[in-house]
């Protein structure tokens, strides 16, 4: 278990000659590649989310694509298209594969495409596959879909649909840098020395073998008995919250924390793991009630006291 921990450090230390602070950011996009997952990122335009993916995936030697969502996107746009060709003095169809298959899909600003598009996202993020037509194609393993989105406030955005926010293990909140950090991220992008070069840590043969590793960390009955408690008051507790986590969230909890205490060198799951991890699991599966929003309460101030309550 230190030799995984020493190599995710060093996945660490090098994002660090790019990114500047976010470390909580970049340990729960880890802990989403070690589940073999799909992660939500959500923060305001400017805060250095394509650059910490793209980085990510230069790290591990992974094949990187960025899709940049619009309300005119396609979904043949993302999947690939069948293409009338001519070869040999024959014509037929041949499918022009889209930037779905690469092992890093990063689905920029998710919430400006239209649900119709969003959904054609589902199968691969679920099944690691893709349909056109009548043919199916795999895609490369791994395969993970990091998109990012803004908050729904904003102008031109499209709530995502419960089903397909569900697909994702965390939603992770990105905030603004300090001060000390703006200043840091200034000098690094405008002044005279150039940005290092990243070096590539490990590929993907080692990614799976992690991800392997995550599942085979054992959890204690009593713990396990926790997160199941944490998941039914979700579905209790009606003061606050209309709609509970389903099963999905129980599973994602379990092997957050599981991939949580790997990243952190040990080989067990301990309770400080479950109460880290419940805030990304579940705050995109919460949905509050009129008065709890009427009060002015979050989903984390829901998730707080489901914490402090559960046993």
């Known amino acids: 278990m230190i030799e995984v921990k020493q190599k995710l450090d060093s996945v660490t230390k090098e994002l660090k000659k790019v990114i500047v602070g976010q470390d909580e950011v970049m340990k729960h996009i880890l802990v989403a590649i070690l589940c073999d997952a799909n992660a939500l990122l959500e923060s305001y335009p400017g805060l250095g989310k394509t650059t910490m993916v793209k980085t990510m995936a230069d790290v591990m030697d992974l094949k990187f694509s960025r899709i940049q969502s619009t309300p005119d996107l396609m979904p043949t746009d993302i999947i690939g298209t069948y ?24 689905a920029d600003e998710i919430n400006r495409a239209t649900p119709k598009t969003q959904s054609a996202l589902l199968e691969a993020m679920q099944e690691k596959q893709v349909t056109a037509g009548k043919n199916t194609f795999q895609l490369d393993r791994p395969f993970f879909v990091l998109a990012t989105q803004n908050p729904i406030e904003q102008e031109g955005t499209y709530p995502l649909p419960e089903a397909q926010t569900d697909r994702f293990l965390l939603k992770i909140k990105i905030g603004y840098p300090t001060e000390e950090e703006e200043d840091m991220i200034i000098d690094r992008f405008t002044g005279k020395t150039h940005v290092e070069n990243v070096k590539k840590v490990f590929d993907k043969s080692v990614v799976e073998k992690f991800q392997q590793y995550t599942r085979e ?4 009955n009593d713990l396990k008995k926790r997160v199941l408690n944490i998941v039914r008051l979700t579905r209790a507790e009606k003061s606050m919250i209309e709609y509970g986590a389903s099963p999905r969230a129980s599973l994602g909890l379990v092997m957050a924390s599981k991939a949580n205490a790997l990243l952190e060198g040990r080989n067990f799951v301990s309770k400080k793991d479950i109460d880290e991890m419940a805030y ?30 559960a046993k």
């Open 280 to 309: 990304p699991v579940l705050r995109h599966r919460l949905i509050l009630n009129f008065e709890a929003e009427r009060s002015g309460m979050t989903t984390d101030d829901a998730i707080k006291k489901i914490l402090d309550k």
């Open 83 to 106: 293409v009338l060709e001519e070869s040999e003095g024959k014509r037929g169809f041949n499918f022009h594969k889209g930037p779905i298959f690469a092992n890093i899909i990063l």
């Open 217 to 220: 960390v054992p959890i204690a």
